[in-house]
């Protein structure tokens, strides 16, 4: 158990490291009246956490149950999410709510968003591979059920 918190503590800790980098990049790297370019970087941020969570589900969504994976993805990104919008601003020396209580609630859906529609596309395409748990399963039990019966033997 304690291995399953560790690996959920590390996918938080690099979607927010995600998250670090793109507004480290925005502060230095864009100047302030460039907001397209700033938007350009958050939509880069949300397509590589969208891509991390796709392979994870792709990977994990192999060899466990969904409710297993599932729930330490979404244990995961909540984590992410706390500290991406209420200390990712703090490292970069802004207020979370500098901006509004609009751009704190569009950061916050705009994030699960991202997470959501990349775990459901790794899923999808694993299981349209037939290579998810459950196929497997099923896989497993039908080849057992068309094998020889056992012989019986007689005394």
């Known amino acids: 158990m304690n291995e ?8 938080a800790g690099a979607l927010f490291a995600v998250n670090v980098v ?3 990049v925005i502060e230095f790297g864009v100047d302030g009246d460039q907001s397209a370019a700033a938007d350009r970087v958050s939509l880069g941020m949300f397509l590589v ?14 060899d466990r149950p969904v409710a297993r994976w599932g729930a330490d993805l979404a244990a995961a990104v909540l984590v992410a999410l706390l500290l991406t919008v209420l200390v990712g601003p703090l490292l ?7 901006n509004g209580a609009g751009t704190f609630f569009a950061q916050i859906w705009l994030y699960l968003a991202a997470s959501g529609a990349g775990t ?3 899923y999808l395409v694993l299981t349209a591979l037939g290579r998810d748990h459950r196929s497997q399963q099923l896989k497993r039990y039908a080849e057992r059920g068309n094998a020889k019966p056992r012989r019986v033997v007689r005394r």
Not at 49 to 62: D, P
């Open 4 to 11: 399953r918190w560790r690996t959920v503590g590390a996918l």
């Open 22 to 24: 793109a507004r480290l």
């Open 49 to 62: 956490i969208g891509v991390i969570l796709a392979g994870l589900a792709f990977h994990w969504g192999r």
């Open 92 to 98: 970069v020396g802004n207020n979370p709510f500098a």
């Open 120 to 122: 459901l596309v790794g």
